[in-house]
């Protein structure tokens, strides 16, 4: 279950623009969190020619593999500490 605090924000580069891209967790029940990740980026330079929908597509893939290990860790370190 989450507990305090429930969002986490981060700010750098991506490519050649500035970006900034968060999270935020909420409890679904007892034992489940629901999280969400958001993610802004200011396109400068060559990411402003790369059309949208590839962009776009891009991020996605790159957001649900950090969200996946995202889960794996939280997953790993919630059987560690039942096992113990």
């Given amino acids: 279950m989450v507990e305090a605090p429930r969002s986490v924000a981060f700010a750098g580069p991506m490519g050649t623009s500035a970006a ?3 999270m935020e967790l ?3 029940d ?3 969190t629901g999280a969400m990740m ?5 396109l400068a330079g060559i990411m ?3 059309p949208g929908r590839i962009l776009k ?3 996605q893939r ?3 593999l950090e969200m996946a290990a995202i889960k794996a ?3 790993s370190a919630a059987r560690a500490g039942a096992e113990s």
Avoid: F, L
């Fill in 57 to 59: 597509g891009r991020i």
């Fill in 62 to 64: 790159v957001s649900d």
């Fill in 38 to 42: 958001w993610i802004e980026v200011d």
């Fill in 30 to 32: 007892d034992r489940q």
């Fill in 48 to 50: 402003r020619a790369i």
């Fill in 73 to 75: 860790a939280v997953e």
């Fill in 26 to 28: 909420e409890p679904a």
């Fill in 20 to 22: 900034r891209w968060g």
